[in-house]
Nanobody, 121 residues
């Protein structure tokens, strides 16, 4: 069984910074793309950023220049550094990963439980 566990998040004032982390555990042979999504109340879940196993990154236009995604392959972890936060960044942030559990198995997509990020004065 594979688990994604997020940490970080919380309340921050507009213009502030916050970081969230996610660590994968369990039966893991390899991890392909890891990413962060977010879902605000009444809105659909949307991609924030993702990163491939070799470090290629992809960002949503609304976070370019403000957020940075990174990963530590040795720790099966992905991080999101969020700077210049705006009230519209308020959402539940979810970790996502494509994980191959065993050598002779296909990859599966997993989600974390989500962590709340609130940007408010």
């Amino acid at each position: 069984q594979v688990q994604l566990v997020e940490s970080g998040g919380g309340l921050v004032q507009p213009g502030g910074s916050l970081s969230v982390s996610c660590a994968a555990s369990g039966s893991i042979f390899s991890i392909y793309v890891m990413g962060w999504y977010r879902q605000a109340p009444g809105k659909q879940r949307e991609l924030v950023a993702d990163i491939s196993s070799d470090g290629r990154t992809n960002y949503a236009d609304f976070v370019k220049g403000r957020f940075t995604i990174s990963r530590d392959n040795a720790k099966n972890a992905v991080f999101l550094q969020m700077n210049s936060l705006k009230p519209e960044d308020t959402a539940v942030y979810y970790c996502n990963a494509d994980i191959k559990p065993r050598l002779r198995a296909r990859s599966y997509n997993y989600w974390g439980q989500g962590t709340q990020v609130t940007v408010s004065s």
